[in-house]
């Protein structure tokens, strides 16, 4: 679809999604503007060669932060681990490849990611390629770190906030231009 929209002359785009927290501190509702996103999937190797990051686009990124920030939402910025398969990361030990899997999922805990989600590696990296500028706005929905750590873990499914945000930031966009 980026492909195409690019062939149409859009220049820019942000996902609207959902993730779930990693970090202690990112609780259910709190919105997540990822500045880059581990390319643990696929689609992004058919576009860059596996060292090239995954980061969003700066003035995107500005944009949806000081709309979160302006509305007065729990905003966090940084990295987001990006993946293939939801049920990798909630039954790992499911897969042939759960070593793997929890590995992984450790090391990313430790660097600090902030969220696990599954489009926005694609999306920062197609983007790249075709010369376009890509955000990114999520809705934290939990956060399974706190819930096994024994701590108050807030399910959230409300992703209006993050809508809002997102036409807030094409708003402050466009004014740019």
């Given at each position: 679809?980026?492909?195409?929209?690019?062939?149409?002359?859009?220049?820019?785009?942000?996902?609207?999604?959902?993730?779930?927290?990693?970090?202690?501190?990112?609780?259910?509702?709190?919105?997540?503007?990822?500045?880059?996103?581990?390319?643990?999937?696929?689609?992004?190797?058919?576009?860059?060669?596996?060292?090239?990051?995954?980061?969003?686009?700066?003035?995107?990124?500005?944009?949806?932060?000081?709309?979160?920030?302006?509305?007065?939402?729990?905003v966090h910025t940084g990295v987001v681990h990006c993946k293939d398969s939801f049920y990798g990361?909630?039954?790992?030990?499911?897969?042939?490849?759960?070593?793997?899997?929890?590995?992984?999922?450790?090391?990313?805990?430790?660097?600090?990611?902030?969220?696990?989600?599954?489009?926005?590696?694609?999306?920062?990296?197609?983007?790249?390629?075709?010369?376009?500028?890509?955000?990114?706005?999520?809705?934290?929905?939990?956060?399974?770190?706190?819930?096994?750590?024994?701590?108050?873990?807030?399910?959230c499914e409300d992703t209006a906030p993050a809508v809002r945000c997102a036409v807030e930031a094409?708003?402050?966009?466009?004014?740019?231009?």
């Open positions: 679809a980026a492909e195409e929209l690019r062939l149409l002359g859009v220049d820019t785009f942000i996902r609207i999604g959902t993730c779930g927290g990693m970090q202690l501190s990112v609780l259910g509702g709190d919105l997540i503007v990822p500045t880059a996103a581990v390319r643990f999937e696929g689609t992004s190797n058919q576009y860059a060669p596996p060292d090239y990051p995954a980061a969003a686009n700066f003035e995107v990124t500005a944009a949806l932060v000081q709309a979160a920030s302006a509305a007065g939402r729990r990361q909630h039954a790992p030990e499911k897969s042939p490849v759960s070593g793997l899997l929890t590995e992984r999922w450790d090391a990313y805990k430790r660097l600090g990611v902030l969220a696990s989600e599954m489009e926005s590696a694609a999306l920062f990296t197609v983007c790249a390629a075709l010369g376009a500028r890509a955000g990114c706005v999520l809705t934290c929905i939990w956060n399974q770190e706190r819930a096994e750590a024994g701590l108050d873990d807030p399910v094409i708003g402050r966009l466009i004014g740019e231009k």
